[in-house]
T-cell receptor
Framework: NAGVTQTPKFQVLKTGQSMTLQCAQDMNHEYMSWYRQDPGMGLRLIHYSVGAGITDQGEVPNGYNVSRSTTEDFPLRLLSAAPSQTSVYFC?????????????FGPGTRLTVL | LAKTTQPISMDSYEGQEVNITCSHNNIATNDYITWYQQFPSQGPRFIIQGYKTKVTNEVASLFIPADRKSSTLSLPRVSLSDTAVYYCLVGGYGSSNTGKLIFGQGTTLQVKP
């Protein structure tokens, strides 16, 4: 299986543009999440989902929307891109939503907002 | 969740054993200690998890003393390809951890030739 896949790998946006980062997993995991990672910092949780139709906010949710219509897909939408959203975005999935459950991460999307 | 403290950075040379210690003074009875590894331009990946004493796999060993207030990730005979950021997470399977997986800054290990 492919694990967690993310598209695109790189993206450049202008301020005010919107876009969707795609994330898919083929491991039948219930829990999926989005993180952003800024230079020299750890990962910060944006949004997460505990199953199809259920989402919740993480540590830094402002400026982002998510939905979970299927178990496999968890897209992240930037509503109106801002330079402060320049970052690397990682999607992750796991069987459970607890710290001890192993998280499987995608390869990341590097986003630049001009 | 238990707060963790680990060094920001470490340097080593190829062939040496590297030990990265994580402090977690307020670890709860049901908490596990989990380590992730993140290579440059990649997402983190799970490397090892333990509850007490010692755990070993093909990548690393994890040493946990009896009081469980700290843990040490041991990488034997590192190579240049072990250059990465290593994250220590502490938490369990209890519902109180729901959706709160937080990665800190981790320890940046630089392996030199």
């Amino acid at each position: 299986n492919a694990g967690v896949t993310q598209t695109p790998k790189f993206q450049v946006l202008k301020t005010g543009q919107s876009m969707t980062l795609q994330c898919a997993q083929d491991m039948n995991h219930e829990y999926m999440s989005w993180y952003r990672q800024d230079p020299g910092m750890g990962l910060r949780l944006i949004h997460y989902s505990v199953g199809a139709g259920i989402t919740d906010q993480g540590e830094v949710p402002n400026g982002y929307n998510v939905s979970r219509s299927t178990t496999e897909d968890f897209p992240l939408r930037l509503l109106s891109a801002a330079p402060s959203q320049t970052s690397v975005y990682f999607c992750a999935s796991s069987y459970g939503l607890r710290v001890a459950d192993t998280q499987y991460f995608g390869p990341g999307t590097r986003l630049t907002v001009l | 969740l238990a707060k963790t403290t680990q060094p920001i950075s470490m340097d080593s040379y190829e062939g040496q054993e590297v030990n990265i210690t994580c402090s977690h003074n307020n670890i709860a009875t049901n908490d596990y200690i989990t380590w992730y590894q993140q290579f440059p331009s990649q997402g983190p990946r799970f490397i090892i998890q333990g509850y007490k004493t010692k755990v070993t796999n093909e990548v690393a060993s994890l040493f946990i003393p009896a009081d469980r207030k700290s843990s040490t990730l041991s990488l034997p005979r590192v190579s240049l390809s072990d250059t990465a950021v290593y994250y220590c997470l502490v938490g369990g399977y209890g519902s109180s951890n729901t959706g709160k997986l937080i990665f800190g800054q981790g320890t940046t290990l630089q392996v030199k030739p």
